[in-house]
């Protein structure tokens, strides 16, 4: 009984990645169907470039997200456009079936890519959405408190 359970909690990590790449592979091919110069010779392809661009977006965005962490600030984080861009570009390069044509192919399916695989993984349960509202009284920590009993946003 106690090896099934860890069996089931072992496979759970690895359903989630599944998921979550045919989830970024969905996106890839809305992006390529959509953005003219986004475009993949085999179905392999497109398959190995959502890989790559997962990889990625899991290893390398970190760094350069804490690089560029200033200009990340002072543009209020649409520079994360750029760096989605700059990515897909670079898979585009590496993956020699897969094909992105110019930088704002790259930019624009960057974009469709981000709001589509977040819609999806929203759908399917596998992101759960990040803003919490619930009604009901805040707990008492002090004499100044507002003694109203509005809602509650926690974001």
């Not at 990889?55 to 984080?77: A, Y």
């Not at 094909?99 to 977040?118: K, M, N, Y």
Request: proline share 3%; aromatic share 10%.
């Amino acid at each position: 009984m106690a090896t099934r359970q860890l069996c089931s909690r072992g496979q759970e990590p690895v359903k989630t990645f599944i998921k979550r790449w045919l989830i970024n592979t969905l996106a890839v091919l809305v992006a390529a169907y959509v953005v003219k110069g986004i475009h993949y010779d085999t179905v392999e392809a497109l398959f190995v470039a959502s890989l790559l661009l997962g990889i990625l977006n899991t290893f390398i965005r970190p760094v350069i997200m804490l690089l560029s962490l200033p200009l990340l600030l002072f543009t209020l984080g649409l520079f994360m456009l750029f760096i989605n861009a700059a990515m897909l570009y670079f898979v585009g390069q590496v993956v020699k079936a897969f094909h992105v044509d110019s930088f704002w192919a790259a930019f624009w399916g960057a974009l469709l890519i981000s709001i589509v695989s977040s819609l999806i993984n929203v759908l399917t349960g596998t992101e759960k959405a990040s803003i919490r509202v619930s009604r009901g009284r805040r707990p008492n920590q002090g004499t100044n408190q507002d003694k109203g009993g509005g809602p509650v946003i926690d974001v």
